[in-house]
């Protein structure tokens, strides 16, 4: 294949497309969670990741598995949560059996402001969906997520 198969074009596209697409979405939940809640989607992430977690063994994640779970740096993701923590929205503890390891969990504050937020990013998500699937270059894709349901999850009259 050469730089300029038609294959690769098309795949370039697809990827350009793609991150078209995440670009827009991402923007739109961004400005909704800010006005609405005055939280990042990044902070929204971490609140919602760590909110996901049980407490006990296996219910907490490491820092590195908190990082790729919202695509940040372990740097990036200590400071994240090092803001939030100094907003009350999370606290940290040292692991039980491992002093090495640093656990991170949602205080009630940050659980009560995930749940008033969650409503507005499920809206803002399907408002930039809707407005993407205006697109036809975007539409296949808007398809293809909005086809990405978890097992058994309930399938909305719209689709």
Same mark, same amino acid.
């Given at each position: 294949m050469t730089a300029t198969d038609p294959a690769l074009t098309a795949l370039a596209q697809g990827w350009? $497309?793609?991150?078209?697409l995440h670009g827009r979405i991402e923007a739109h939940i961004e400005r909704a969670l800010e006005s609405g809640h005055g939280l990042s989607l990044r902070e929204y992430s971490l609140l919602n990741v760590l909110g996901?977690?049980?407490? +006990? /063994? +296996? +219910?907490?994640?490491?820092?590195?598995q908190v990082a790729d779970a919202v695509v940040l740096s372990?740097? $990036? =993701?200590?400071?994240?949560?090092?803001?939030l923590e100094d907003r +009350?929205?999370? =606290?940290?503890y040292i692991c039980a059996t491992d002093r090495r390891g640093i656990y991170t969990d949602v205080t009630d504050a940050g659980r009560a402001l995930l749940e008033? $937020?969650? /409503? =507005?990013?499920d809206a803002a998500l399907r408002e930039a969906l809707?407005?993407?699937? @205006?697109? /036809? @270059?975007?539409?296949p894709l %808007?398809? $293809? %997520?909005?086809?990405l349901r978890a097992p058994g999850? /309930? %399938?909305s009259a719209e689709a």
């Amino acid at each position: 294949m050469t730089a300029t198969d038609p294959a690769l074009t098309a795949l370039a596209q697809g990827w350009c $497309a793609l991150s078209l697409l995440h670009g827009r979405i991402e923007a739109h939940i961004e400005r909704a969670l800010e006005s609405g809640h005055g939280l990042s989607l990044r902070e929204y992430s971490l609140l919602n990741v760590l909110g996901r977690q049980h407490a +006990g /063994p +296996g +219910g907490h994640l490491q820092m590195k598995q908190v990082a790729d779970a919202v695509v940040l740096s372990q740097s $990036a =993701t200590t400071r994240l949560v090092s803001r939030l923590e100094d907003r +009350g929205l999370l =606290t940290r503890y040292i692991c039980a059996t491992d002093r090495r390891g640093i656990y991170t969990d949602v205080t009630d504050a940050g659980r009560a402001l995930l749940e008033e $937020a969650r /409503p =507005t990013n499920d809206a803002a998500l399907r408002e930039a969906l809707d407005k993407a699937a @205006e697109d /036809p @270059e975007l539409a296949p894709l %808007v398809r $293809a %997520v909005e086809a990405l349901r978890a097992p058994g999850a /309930p %399938v909305s009259a719209e689709a």
